[in-house]
């Protein structure tokens, strides 16, 4: 909405020919390219600390109870099958 707006009063600083409307409307466009900038990088790096944290996930280990005879195993999250019970403690 903004850069639509600043389009607008562009268009219409073409007919008044004073340089400082030309300036305000850039800086606008500035503005909102800067934002834009800012808030891709701060997404991105949250992107990188969720991938981070998932890694950590899915690199525990925990405890299960598997087979006809209920032995005891250690393995990692992501080997998780249906028909496991988990040993929480």
Known sequence: MLLVSATIYLFFCFFQHDQSRY???LTIYGGAVLATLIAAWAEHKQERQFL?????VNNTSVTVFRGQHGTEKEILVWELVVGDIISVQ
């Open 52 to 56: 981070k944290i998932k890694d950590e």
């Open 23 to 25: 300036i305000e409307t």
